[in-house]
Structure formats: C-alpha cells, structure tokens
C-alpha cells in the first residue's frame, strides 16, 4: 500500500488507470476527505491542501477534528485467544497490554 503523512494524518494513494490520476483517501476517520493529481509532486500538495481545508472547515463550523487514533483500543477475542495471548504476554515477561502493543505494532509495519 502506497501512504503519505502529513499533521498525524495517513492517507491512501492509488493510481486510477482509466483517469490516468492518483486518487488519495485519509485512513482512520469517518469523514470522507480525498484529493488527486497526476503527479506525485502535485499529489503531495493536494494531500496537504486537503487536510489543511479538513482541519479549517472543522475550525469554522465548530467541529472537532477526527483524529485518526487515540491510542485506545478495545478489542473482542475469543476467551481461548484472551487465554492464549495472556500465557504468551506472561512467558515474554510483559503485561498483556504491552505484549499485545507490540504485536500490533510489529504485525502493522511487516
């Protein structure tokens, strides 16, 4: 997957083949905020421009910008993978948040 960051935001870069562009989406919030060009030195502007108009029409209208995470996060497993990952988070000598953290972390960056 093609990123860019920019302001804690992600956002997603395809290449539209039929339009000849590359379209970008901002990952991790609800609201709908996208942006293309036809270049990658255009895209990168247009990445910034719309996230910067994201945060300014949040500001004018009296919304709170989404964020794309708060670093909580509450998961539902299974009670034998909660049991499992809680044998595995103490034989690695961690709490099962710090253990489940990392996993997360490196799962998400291989």
Known sequence: MN?????????????????????????G??????????????????????????LDTCKSVGKTPEKPASGKMMLRVSPEVHGAALVAAMAAGKSLNQW???????????
């Open 29 to 54: 919030i609800r609201d709908v905020v996208g942006f293309h060009a036809d270049n990658v030195a255009d895209l990168r502007s247009a990445f910034v421009e719309a996230v910067d108009d994201y």
């Open 3 to 27: 990123t860019m960051q920019y302001k804690g935001y992600t956002s997603r870069v395809d290449f539209d083949d039929r339009d000849d562009i590359f379209v970008g989406n901002v990952l």
């Open 100 to 110: 489940a953290a990392e996993v997360l972390r490196d799962a998400a960056h291989a």
